[in-house]
């Protein structure tokens, strides 16, 4: 059931937050391996990247790779979030006296991340090629031609087998290690200090708001490079033996962004990173920590 809840609760999420999700994408591979000033701009921020794309792919292309998202969500996040729980349930996070360990809170949320990284991974790239996906004129990044994600995977099958639908899923596991650590154990930790501090009622839904807050600002932060270098590692096109054309791996992928692009290329995309985590956060945080609540309280009736 904590599987369950966790999906379900990152699906909910996941269905508001996609249009900022395909405006980060673009904005991430535009200009990809290319110094500042030479290449073209098509969006120029996140409000802007939304009209130009209503406008130039129409309006149903803000929700560009909707379907293989909400699967990524509910995979990805009722695997992460739901082993988060149950390691907080049998006591892994706690130190000797019984409250919450930050350290632990971390190694927790970094191991359920890479797990749940690792078996959603061929939904992340499918979203990915998916989001990318626009017209000539404001196309940035190698383009997929996927009609839908059902035809994605089965291209990708076909052309390089079952472990194609894994590329860059070397890329996808550091990435959700470092959110979801940085994620999770700052909303426990804030959460826990909130209450404790009893600015809030005890089972005031503000203190759940107030905690994911602060964790929304601290994952963007901590997230954006290694979401950046996950995007390109994705999107990027491949040879015919499934060879990357740009990225060698992760560390190349890292080492070409700043000779590049600079350490600014580490941060492309950070606004509508920010617009779409933070709600993402917020949205399936609070989500998951209502549905808890509600799942115990019928528990105890029953």
Request: contains cysteine; proline residues 3%.
């Amino acid at each position: 059931m904590e599987f369950l809840i966790g999906g379900l609760a990152a699906c909910g999420a996941g269905f508001f937050t996609n249009p900022l999700e395909v405006v980060k994408t673009r904005m991430q591979l535009q200009g990809e391996l290319q110094a500042r000033g030479q290449h073209a701009i098509y969006y120029r921020n996140s409000f802007h990247a939304i009209k130009t794309i209503i406008k130039t792919d129409g309006i149903l292309a803000i929700q560009n790779g909707l379907v293989p998202a909400l699967w990524y969500q509910l995979v990805m996040n009722g695997i992460r979030l739901g082993s988060y729980q149950i390691m907080m349930n049998v006591g892994l996070t706690k130190d000797k006296d019984g409250n919450l360990s930050f350290p632990k809170s971390i190694a927790a949320g970094a191991l359920a991340g890479s797990m749940g990284a690792s078996i959603g991974s061929p939904f992340y790239m499918i979203k990915t090629h998916m989001q990318s996906k626009a017209a000539q004129e404001i196309a940035v990044g190698h383009q997929h031609p996927h009609e839908s994600m059902f035809h994605g995977m089965k291209s990708v099958f076909h052309d390089h087998g079952f472990t194609g639908l894994w590329r860059g899923v070397s890329a996808a596991i550091p990435r959700v290690m470092v959110g979801s650590a940085t994620q999770l154990s700052s909303f426990s930790t804030s959460k826990q200090y909130i209450a404790k501090s009893k600015i809030f009622h005890t089972d005031s839904w503000l203190n759940t708001f107030s905690a994911t807050v602060c964790s929304a600002f601290t994952v963007t932060m901590c997230m954006t490079p290694f979401d950046v270098v996950s995007t390109r590692m994705y999107n990027q096109g491949v040879d015919k033996l499934g060879n990357g054309l740009h990225y060698k791996n992760v560390v190349d992928c890292f080492l070409k962004i700043f000779n590049t692009e600079g350490l600014w290329g580490f941060y492309k995309g950070w606004g509508p990173s920010f617009l779409r985590l933070g709600p993402h956060t917020v949205l399936s945080l609070m989500i998951w920590d209502r549905l808890r609540v509600f799942y115990m309280s019928f528990q105890e009736k029953m």
